[in-house]
Nanobody, 127 residues
Framework: QLQLVESGGGLVQPGGSLRLSCAASGFTLGSYAIGWFRQAPGKEREGVSCISTSGGNTIYTDSAKGRFTISRDNAKNAVYLQMNSLKPEDTGIYYC????????????????????WGQGTQVTVSS
């Protein structure tokens, strides 16, 4: 069974950091582009960051640039999202997703392109 599992969420104060992990079972993440998406209460899901299959291309939504870093460790079959300088507006459920539909050097933050999704991990930024 193909499965993605997120972890690392929690409650953090503004300005704090969290590192989210996305682990795969049943398939090899190294063959997929991976995206992180989030959904805040009452808002639509939005793309946060994406890393290409090759790992050479990463993209971020404007609000995440300079604060978040996406990375992958194919040996561990995992992808990470390091989030620094967190703000209350970063609060939401964070999902990782995988897609085989993109060329190896391309990543696009379009949810419709992603085949597999995790269940999400809650991130709350509050004092």
């Amino acid at each position: 069974q193909l499965q993605l599992v997120e972890s690392g969420g929690g409650l953090v104060q503004p300005g704090g950091s969290l590192r989210l992990s996305c682990a795969a079972s049943g398939f090899t993440l190294g063959s997929y582009a991976i995206g992180w998406f989030r959904q805040a209460p009452g808002k639509e899901r939005e793309g946060v960051s994406c890393i290409s299959t090759s790992g050479g291309n990463t993209i971020y939504t404007d609000s995440a640039k300079g604060r978040f870093t996406i990375s992958r460790d194919n040996a561990k079959n995992a992808v990470y999202l390091q989030m620094n300088s967190l703000k209350p507006e970063d609060t939401g459920i964070y999902y990782c997703a995988a897609t085989w539909k993109l060329p190896s050097r391309l990543c696009v933050l379009s949810a419709e392109l992603f085949n597999y999704w995790g269940q999400g991990t809650q991130v709350t930024v509050s004092s």
